[in-house]
């Protein structure tokens, strides 16, 4: 949830740079320029203090943290034919 509260354009990053990411966000800010309101006043309606939230890059390396462990492994999303979906990241990414 954090995450998304964050860096809601998290499903734009696998595969990008640090610069790229960062173009991706001002992007996203820029058509919805009231974003940090919105966030903060979400977090309040979950219960979340707006101040403790994990900053854009802490959220997203958490997420690449998990994204390549156990954790990813046992969350596997399954279509409709019973077959798992293609992981959102790739365990071994092709850029450093």
């Given at each position: 949830m954090r995450l998304c509260?964050?860096?809601?354009?998290?499903?734009d990053a696998p595969g990008r740079t640090a610069?790229?990411?960062l173009a991706v966000a001002d992007e996203y800010r820029e058509?919805?320029?009231?974003?940090?309101r919105r966030r903060d006043r979400a977090a309040r309606a979950?219960?979340?203090?707006?101040?403790?939230?994990?900053?854009?890059?802490?959220?997203?390396a958490r997420l690449?943290?998990?994204s390549g462990g156990p954790?990813?492994?046992?969350?596997?999303?399954?279509?409709?034919?019973?077959?798992?979906?293609?992981?959102l990241f790739d365990p071994s990414p092709t850029r450093p």
């Open positions: 509260l964050v860096a809601p354009w998290w499903r610069e790229e990411l058509h919805l320029p009231d974003l940090d979950l219960g979340l203090d707006p101040a403790g939230l994990p900053s854009e890059a802490a959220a997203l690449m943290e998990l954790v990813a492994a046992a969350c596997l999303v399954v279509g409709y034919e019973g077959e798992p979906l293609d992981p």
